[in-house]
């Protein structure tokens, strides 16, 4: 069992969750498993987000720092950012097509659908989150990067956007200082990175057992859903469909084109965070594994992988803005209303920038999915008819984004001359 990959032991996990859930909602284990099994899922989740923030601060520091001048900085920066916005385009246009080529809500009856109490109290949350941040303006979320209080945005995973900002602004300014005023403070920031990545290690011996425990809970929760999923299955396929186009055909095309490097060695060694993606459902939670698994078993260099995945976590979301863009449309086809061409380029536009605002937490893209429904006049009511199918459907768009997250990492470490070849051995590790 030692001898075994990660991510083979991770799989197992999964599976062995699965198959308990299943028995344990079949013999009436429901309670033992929320009270005894289900803990410690969320307690691996917590470890990975107590890291979250100080591996941002630390490696984005870090990496800004070692830049060597501020025209390097800029250069690797707009690379990233016009490939990050490329892919989501692409990401929402995918969605789209598939969305009014098969048309999942064409004759749904959403009075069919019968709605829980949790279903809908879960939606009306959404729908509340969303209106504060309708009211507050469409470029609130540039006045929201930027903190008022670095330890208060700390405290915090969702303001992760704010620790980014100070973050650059302060390996900017670390950059134009002379080397000798800088010297001990990139050696402690170096030594706090080190220590960080250090803990990512012991967290990930627990990974398979807090996989196991995140999806035993997951398949006890919604066992008794059953009807609701054979329902929204034209939905649902027609959103993995357009998830499985970008692992397989939108990223193996990029890396193509822009790399040298195999998808199939590619996916080799991003395949661990790929799977702890899919049990968290949280960008942000899966970071650490993911700079991890970029650095040592693709070839990213630590100067790449420190600035572009902490930025591709918060505002690189390619799963999440083709869900919303399928999700918008199946709502507005089971509500009977037509959208016009200018109503989908709406969705293209809002998807894109919603998707720079959602926070890399599970669940966040249907509260800016009331962002995109209200942009094109679709009542945000109908997220109720989506809300019992969402959990699963996160899980694998959260996949997406970080498998789009690695492929631009591995593209701008290319275009730099920053790729490093790995050996088989370390491939297969």
């Known amino acids: 069992m030692k001898k075994l990959a990660l991510h083979w032991k991770i799989i197992i996990g999964m599976v062995l969750g699965v198959v308990y859930g299943l028995i344990a909602s079949k013999y009436g284990l429901i309670d033992f498993t929320d009270n005894w099994i289900k803990p410690w899922g969320e307690i691996f989740v917590n470890l990975l987000k107590l890291i979250a923030v100080p591996l941002v601060f630390a490696s984005l520091i870090k990496g800004v720092a070692s830049l060597s001048n501020i025209s390097k900085l800029s250069r690797i920066g707009g690379k990233t950012i016009a490939i990050y916005l490329t892919s989501t385009v692409i990401a929402v246009s995918i969605g789209l097509i598939l969305v009014n080529t098969v048309k999942p809500g064409d004759g749904f009856d959403k009075e069919s659908v019968t709605k829980t109490e949790q279903i809908e109290e879960g939606a009306s949350k959404k729908i509340a989150a969303a209106e504060n941040v309708k009211e507050e303006g469409p470029l609130q979320f540039l006045i929201d990067i930027v903190p008022t209080n670095i330890f208060e945005s700390a405290s915090k995973n969702r303001n992760m956007l704010q620790v980014i900002f100070f973050a650059i602004l302060f390996g900017i300014a670390m950059v134009m200082l002379p080397d000798e005023k800088t010297t001990y403070v990139k050696g402690f920031f170096d030594g706090i990175n080190d220590i960080i990545l250090q803990i990512v290690d012991l967290i990930m011996i627990s990974a398979p057992y807090g996989v196991f425990a995140l999806l035993a809970g ?18 649902s396929a027609t959103v993995i469909v357009g998830l499985l186009l970008m692992i397989f055909l939108v990223y193996p095309i990029i890396l193509r084109l822009f790399t040298k490097v195999k998808y199939l060695d590619f996916f080799k060694g991003i395949s661990p965070a790929q799977m702890l993606a899919f049990s968290t459902s949280s960008s942000a939670a899966t970071l650490p594994v993911t700079m991890e698994r970029c650095e040592e078993h693709i070839g990213v260099s630590e100067e790449v992988s420190s600035f572009v995945l902490p930025l591709g976590a918060t505002i690189n979301m390619d799963g999440t803005s083709l869900y919303q863009a399928v999700a918008a449309v199946f709502i507005a086809q089971a509500f009977g209303i037509e959208l016009d061409m200018g109503q989908q380029l709406t969705i293209v536009l809002t998807a894109t920038l919603a998707s720079i605002g ?72």
């Open 218 to 235: 997951l398949v006890v929760d919604f066992g008794a859903s059953a009807e609701l999923f054979i329902a929204l299955a034209k939905y």
């Open 358 to 429: 959602a926070a890399a937490v599970p669940g966040a893209g249907m509260v800016m999915l009331v962002i995109v429904l209200g942009a094109i006049g679709v009542p945000a009511d109908g997220l109720a008819l989506i809300f019992g199918v969402d959990r699963l459907l996160d899980m694998l768009r959260t996949v997406v984004n970080v498998t789009g997250d690695a492929t631009v990492a591995t593209v701008v470490a290319s275009s730099e001359g920053q790729l490093i070849k790995v050996t088989e051995q370390e491939l297969m590790s």
